[in-house]
């Protein structure tokens, strides 16, 4: 028996057991899915696309349903490795906008106002140029200025400016409008990952154990309380019991299958599927929110992009000098700049956000013609439309039934549109003008028509789950503000899946929030 158990050894997860186990009088248990991360191309920043290629992620086949039709798209994918998310994401560092945590309080998340969690931001963040109202130095998760920046990306921000927007150096000092460069999480030149800020440090202490490789198959009840988990480890079944409180952080996805594999969630569903009922709960599965984006692809004229490291001579010089001096092209996460733009839809702040890619194929898959190009991506952050997941079976290696309803609101749509039309006036911009040849995708489009054909065909998930075991006061709210899961005791849901809504921007820093918020009212409560 342990104090604690933490499911799930992603983002918040990892936050959550390295703070409870600061605590030497208590003992934690911090089960993931996953393997170890100890794969070097989770390491080196230039290579995370990599991840996506081998057994890190866990792949869902999503359904289609009749309100899902607006998105040809239909695969998402959850990390499955330590460290979650911050292993195998582009290591953006982007809290989203003030105004989303207003708008939390608005959907009853009392506590969560911007105000009152800018301290967690803080506390766990060690920023390499920040230190001010709005950052804090000297906390687990490094975060710093791109260490190489490429030569394309200072051109392309030029043609932002020209474009209309305004520089920005600091997209988390509360404003979030304008160009400007991506502060990451990287620290000396390597990913600065949940598990290697908080975990790697937190395992030396005798009174926290990691298992990896390990899938917990429900969570297990006595009169209302959450007292252990049942795992599955290799072929090998056994219970672990909970002295004080499980934790559930295995993701917008997997929190809310565990629970109703485990009796919590809709009565009328779970009983439909043969799952005996622990407690009613209904909001679980449901208020799934995602971003959605869509890639701008063009040929350039020359090697003046990251396609010149498709060579092994340059890869090979590249990799050199990252061994000798951990600098170059290999210390780069490929996309270091950005924009946030207000489409029309919205006028007080940003809805849409630009990735820009000095290289080409990690977005679409494919290489433009000549073989050197660059890539811009556009992300609708501020989504309306809501989906929903539930159960298959009760067998917990069947995926959820997932029903994420993209595009379903005509906003999202017209928004695509717009931000596509804005992302080719700024490629079309002075300033970029001697290193494009041409635009390959989406290339000429004359009518709306054509946009939202493109939209739908190419457009895919921003890998961006969350909401589906939403905080909240409201009867479909499934926790509480504290993150307690109502009408149980002894359990909480520590993850993005308590997002009332999702933020305008990347979710890691906001998950890791999260989990720092989690972690610090466990440790305040009564035993």
């Given at each position: 028996m342990v104090d604690f158990i933490v499911v799930g050894g992603g983002s918040a997860g990892c936050v959550v057991a390295s703070r409870l186990s600061e605590n030497p009088d208590v003992s934690v248990l911090l089960i993931e899915q996953g393997p170890r991360?100890?794969?070097?191309?989770?390491?080196?920043?230039?290579?995370?696309?990599?991840?996506?290629?081998?057994?890190?992620?866990?792949?869902?086949?999503?359904?289609?349903?009749?309100?899902?039709?607006?998105?040809?798209?239909?695969?998402?994918?959850?990390?499955?490795?330590l460290g979650g998310g911050?292993?195998?994401?582009?290591?953006?560092?982007?809290?989203?906008?003030?105004?989303?945590?207003?708008?939390?309080?608005?959907?009853?998340a009392k506590g969560w106002s911007y105000k009152e969690v800018l301290p967690f931001f803080k506390r766990s963040e060690d920023n390499d140029r920040l230190s001010n109202e709005a950052h804090g130095e000297g906390g687990p998760l490094g975060v710093s200025d791109p260490c190489y920046v490429h030569p394309l990306s200072r051109s392309w921000l030029k043609a932002c400016q020209e474009a209309g927007l305004a520089f920005n150096s600091d997209f988390n000092s509360g404003e979030q409008a304008g160009c400007g460069f991506y502060q990451?999480?990287?620290?000396?030149?390597?990913?600065?990952?949940?598990?290697?800020?908080?975990?790697?440090?937190?395992?030396?202490?005798?009174?926290?154990?990691?298992?990896?490789?390990?899938?917990?198959l429900r969570i297990v009840f006595k009169r209302g309380r959450a007292v252990g988990v049942e795992i599955a480890d290799g072929q090998r079944k056994?219970?672990?019991?909970?002295?004080?409180?499980?934790?559930?952080?295995?993701?917008a996805i997997n929190s809310p299958h565990l629970l109703m594999l485990s009796g919590v969630g809709p009565a009328a569903h779970l009983q439909s599927c043969g799952v005996e009922v622990v407690h009613d709960l209904p909001g679980v599965g449901q208020n799934l929110c995602d971003h959605v984006d869509i890639y701008m692809t063009y040929q350039l004229s020359g090697p003046y992009s990251y396609d010149r490291y498709k060579s092994l001579l340059w890869q090979s010089w590249a990799g050199l000098e990252y061994l000798l001096f951990r600098r170059g092209p290999v210390t780069s996460n490929v996309m270091d700049s950005g924009a946030f733009w207000s489409s029309s839809q919205s006028t007080d702040r940003p809805d849409i956000q630009y990735i820009f890619l000095c290289g080409s194929g990690i977005e679409s898959g494919a290489p433009v013609p000549g073989g050197f190009g660059c890539t811009l991506n556009a992300t609708h952050i501020r989504p309306k439309s809501r989906g929903w997941l539930g159960l298959r079976s009760t067998d917990p290696a069947q995926s959820p039934h997932i029903v994420p309803n993209y595009l379903s609101e005509p906003s999202d749509l017209g928004c695509l549109v717009e931000a596509v039309q804005h992302g080719q006036e700024i490629m079309s911009q002075k300033a970029l003008s001697k290193y494009i040849e041409r635009e390959h995708m989406p290339g000429k489009l004359a009518t709306k028509a054509d946009y939202e054909q493109y939209i739908r065909r190419y457009a895919q998930s921003s890998l961006h789950p969350s909401g589906t075991c939403r905080m909240g006061t409201d009867d479909l709210a499934v926790l509480d503000p504290e993150l307690r899961v109502r009408g149980l005791d002894g359990l909480r849901v520590i993850d993005a899946s308590a997002m009332p809504s999702v933020v305008s921007g990347n979710t890691n820093a906001p998950t890791i929030m999260i989990g720092e918020r989690g972690a610090d009212f466990i440790l305040r409560s009564p035993r």
């Open positions: 991360d100890s794969s070097p191309y989770i390491h080196m920043p230039v290579t995370y696309y990599k991840t996506a290629q081998g057994n890190l992620l866990q792949r869902f086949e999503q359904v289609r349903s009749e309100a899902d039709k607006h998105l040809d798209a239909q695969t998402m994918v959850q990390p499955r490795v911050s292993s195998v994401n582009a290591m953006l560092y982007i809290r989203g906008a003030p105004d989303d945590y207003e708008r939390w309080v608005e959907q009853g990451l999480t990287i620290r000396n030149a390597r990913r600065s990952s949940a598990a290697v800020a908080f975990l790697k440090p937190a395992q030396r202490r005798s009174n926290l154990k990691v298992r990896t490789d390990c899938r917990v056994s219970t672990i019991y909970a002295d004080r409180e499980v934790i559930i952080s295995a993701g």
